[in-house]
Each structure stands twice: as structure tokens, then as C-alpha cells.
């Protein structure tokens, strides 16, 4: 299985050179850790920056630099900063090529569920119902079960929903998968030394496997 380092460095392989993406709170953020130095790409953080660098290295944090999460970040040259009506215009209006998000559930026809647990406090959707309303490509870094063992890729989702029919990609500790127009999750790519059986018992939605299915590449 991988850890969310390991999510990370696989979903870094789908950014493309000249996206504007969008890293949700959570293991996406470690994403830009990932990104090849040679690849232009502008890295988007809702709270109002173009141009997000990687993580800072101890000692040299700047608090008044973050992303969305809180967290302290680094810019790149060339970086922006402006307000965060600027910047939810920008998602609004589509200019964001990406977007990368956690999630609590994901259904099979890409209903996701990332923000709300009943009984529990929250502060709020942030900028995830804009963000998955917006974006024509959506990619879900999560676990593929919550820790009470139960998979957490569903027929249909149980808690509160963000977004209906948007997500195109999952990437869990165990698999890379597709949500397929139709619905279904199509397995791609399994986790190094992951079985196919622990996959299907795993994923409680309908899971779709044709041909052999190679092991990802993390490297």
C-alpha cells in the first residue's frame, strides 16, 4: 500500500506542462513537493496566490505566506497574490485546468463528499463546491477505506454532498481508478505488491477490471 507521500508522487504524474492547478487541503498539498523542476506549471491556492512553491524548509517559514490549509508555503518567481474574490473569479470562470482534492466518499457515477460529517463540528465548505462546479478535470487523493475498515468508494454517497457527477480519477493507497461516464470505477494501476482481490474488497461501488492491470509507478 502507499502512504500519502506516495499518493502524491502518482498524482503528480497527471499534471501536464502548462496547467493552472488547484491543490485542495490535505495530501494534495504535498503534490507540489512532486512537480519535475523542468514542467511549467502555475500552482493556484483559493486563499488568493498564483505560483505556489513547494513546502518551506525548517527555519525559513514566512507566516504570512499560505495556502489554504494554513499552512506555510513558499511562491515561485513571477508569483501573484491578490484576494479571494480574484481568485474564485478565476475558478468560477474556468481557468483553473486541474483541480486535486481529498475526499470522504466518492460514489460510481462521481458524486464526491469532502466537507461535512453530521455531528461533527466544521468550519465550513471552503472553496470545494466552487471548485468541483468549476473544474472540467477533478482528481481524488484519498484512502480507499476510513479507519473503521468500510470503503469509502460507494454506489452511493452517504454523507453530505460537494459535487455531483464530477470527479474523472481517484487515487487511493491501493489503486488508480476512472469514474466512467456511465458510472463504475475502471481499475487503471494497482499499488505496488497490492492484489487485485484486496482492491475488489476494498471498493464497494461497482469496480470494473479488464485485462491485466499493472502495478503503479511511483518513481
Given at each position: 500500500?502507499?502512504?500519502?507521500?506516495?499518493?502524491?508522487?502518482?498524482?503528480?504524474?497527471?499534471?501536464?506542462?502548462?496547467?493552472?492547478?488547484?491543490?485542495?487541503?490535505?495530501?494534495?498539498?504535498?503534490?507540489?513537493?512532486?512537480?519535475?523542476?523542468?514542467?511549467?506549471?502555475?500552482?493556484?491556492s483559493?486563499?488568493?496566490?498564483?505560483?505556489?512553491?513547494?513546502?518551506?524548509?525548517?527555519?525559513?517559514?514566512?507566516?504570512?505566506?499560505?495556502?489554504a490549509?494554513?499552512?506555510?508555503i513558499?511562491?515561485?518567481?513571477?508569483?501573484?497574490?491578490?484576494?479571494?474574490?480574484?481568485?474564485?473569479g478565476?475558478?468560477?470562470?474556468?481557468?483553473?485546468?486541474?483541480?486535486?482534492?481529498?475526499?470522504?466518499?466518492?460514489?460510481?457515477?462521481?458524486?464526491i463528499?469532502?466537507?461535512?460529517?453530521?455531528?461533527?463540528?466544521?468550519?465550513?465548505?471552503?472553496?470545494?463546491?466552487?471548485?468541483?462546479?468549476?473544474?472540467?478535470?477533478?482528481?481524488?487523493?484519498?484512502?480507499?477505506?476510513?479507519?473503521?475498515?468500510?470503503?469509502?468508494?460507494?454506489?452511493?454517497?452517504?454523507?453530505?454532498?460537494?459535487?455531483?457527477?464530477?470527479?474523472?480519477?481517484?487515487?487511493?493507497?491501493?489503486?488508480?481508478l476512472?469514474?466512467?461516464?456511465?458510472?463504475?470505477?475502471?481499475?487503471?494501476?494497482?499499488?505496488?505488491?497490492?492484489?487485485?482481490?484486496?482492491?475488489?474488497?476494498?471498493?464497494?461501488?461497482?469496480?470494473?477490471?479488464?485485462?491485466?492491470?499493472?502495478?503503479?509507478?511511483?518513481?
Open positions: 500500500m502507499l502512504d500519502k507521500t506516495g499518493i502524491a508522487k502518482r498524482i503528480a504524474k497527471e499534471i501536464k506542462d502548462g496547467y493552472y492547478v488547484n491543490l485542495g487541503i490535505g495530501i494534495p498539498t504535498l503534490i507540489a513537493n512532486y512537480i519535475p523542476e523542468d514542467m511549467d506549471v502555475v500552482l493556484q483559493e486563499n488568493g496566490l498564483l505560483g505556489m512553491g513547494p513546502f518551506p524548509f525548517e527555519g525559513e517559514e514566512d507566516a504570512d505566506i499560505i495556502n490549509g494554513k499552512q506555510t513558499t511562491t515561485l518567481p513571477g508569483s501573484a497574490i491578490f484576494d479571494s474574490a480574484m481568485s474564485f478565476m475558478i468560477r470562470a474556468r481557468k483553473v485546468n486541474l483541480t486535486i482534492l481529498g475526499a470522504m466518499e466518492v460514489a460510481e457515477n462521481g458524486d463528499a469532502s466537507w461535512k460529517i453530521p455531528g461533527k463540528m466544521v468550519k465550513g465548505m471552503g472553496g470545494a463546491m466552487d471548485l468541483v462546479a468549476s473544474a472540467e478535470n477533478i482528481i481524488v487523493a484519498m484512502q480507499h477505506v476510513n479507519k473503521a475498515g468500510e470503503s469509502k468508494l460507494l454506489p452511493r454517497c452517504t454523507l453530505p454532498l460537494t459535487g455531483i457527477n464530477c470527479v474523472k480519477k481517484i487515487v487511493t493507497e491501493l489503486a488508480v476512472d469514474v466512467l461516464p456511465g458510472g463504475g470505477f475502471k481499475l487503471l494501476e494497482r499499488a505496488p505488491g497490492v492484489s487485485i482481490e484486496e482492491i475488489k474488497n476494498a471498493t464497494s461501488g461497482r469496480l470494473i477490471i479488464e485485462g491485466d492491470i499493472p502495478e503503479m509507478d511511483i518513481n
